[in-house]
């Protein structure tokens, strides 16, 4: 649902949502980085760019998706700003032109710099290690920055995404995020206005993957990736996982997951970018 929708459904007012919402991603956060700072670090992963926009579609972003190979576990994500591309009008040739000159233009090597953060944090300690990916030119040069060994296996993106493919847990998931949010659909109204709100529901969207649903949608009793990942005995509730508060400086967050909990992501459009400030908790 979009952020309208469920204040209708519970009769409040939108920004009640926006806020929750909001306190209920870096919640999410620091709830993952809690269970997976002690744990091992992955040695395969499979990663992807998954392709939406935010604000109206003159402004596309790519969240970057690493999950483990072999237990859909849902791993670390980060996101970049893409220049609008693809097949348009001479007027919307020239919008595009006019946004440029007022607001800049995004950085093309956005996606290069942005995966390589993701694959630091998650290979972070490992000399060795195997991504597999599809043909995207910039995961190769994002790889050979990497301080670890990196065997690279490519799979094209045209190849039939069935489980036999290599990338099969990064396009499960893709899958999953568009058919869970509503921000995400081919054609919707429901678009995220912001980046960051687009990135805080992706972060209640990982726990719940992670920790709540079963990796098989027909298979009943079907265990969570956190379950077979070991981490886990059961599949988690909302209660347990609210059950107590995660204060920010007892969890070190990775430098793109601190930006996102102090709201420091800005749609560049938009004349207010309100950061998350504490302003009376110590």
């Known amino acids: 649902m979009a952020n309208r929708q ?25 709830f993952h980085r809690q269970i997976t700072g002690n744990a091992s670090t992955t040695t395969e992963v499979v990663v992807d ?24 576990f849902f791993i670390y994500f980060t996101d970049s ?20 000159c007022r607001y800049g233009r995004p950085d093309p090597k956005a996606i290069e710099k942005d995966m390589g953060e993701l694959l630091d944090v998650v290979f972070n300690g490992r000399d060795r290690a195997i991504v597999y990916s599809d043909d995207h030119p910039a995961y190769r040069r994002s790889i050979r920055h990497l301080n670890c060994e ?10 039939y995404r069935s489980p036999a493919n290599n990338l099969w847990e990064v396009n499960l998931l893709d899958l999953l995020i568009r ?9 919707t109204i429901a678009w995220s206005k912001r980046r960051q709100a687009s990135a805080e529901r992706l972060a209640v969207f990982l726990v719940w993957r992670n920790y709540m649903k079963g990796r098989r949608e027909k298979e009943r009793g079907s265990p969570t990736p956190a379950m077979e990942r070991g981490l886990y005995d059961r599949p988690l509730t909302v209660d347990y996982i609210l059950s107590a508060r995660i204060f920010r400086d007892h969890v070190e967050l990775p430098g793109r997951w601190a930006d996102y909990y102090d709201r420091k992501v800005e749609t560049r459009a938009l004349r207010s970018n309100r950061a998350h400030e504490l302003r009376y908790a110590r």
């Open 81 to 100: 700003e893409l220049r609008r591309k693809g097949r348009m009008t001479e007027r919307q040739k020239q919008r595009r032109q006019e946004l440029e």
């Open 6 to 30: 469920i204040a209708r459904d519970l009769n409040v007012a939108p920004g009640t949502i926006d806020r929750q919402l909001s306190r209920l991603a870096r919640h999410c956060l620091l």
């Open 179 to 187: 058919h869970c949010g509503a921000n995400h659909k081919r054609e």
């Open 150 to 159: 990196i065997e690279h296996v490519v799979t094209s993106g045209r190849e």
């Open 49 to 72: 760019g998954f392709e939406s926009f935010e604000l109206s579609q003159y402004f596309p972003i790519h969240h970057h998706l690493a999950v483990e190979k072999g237990t859909d």
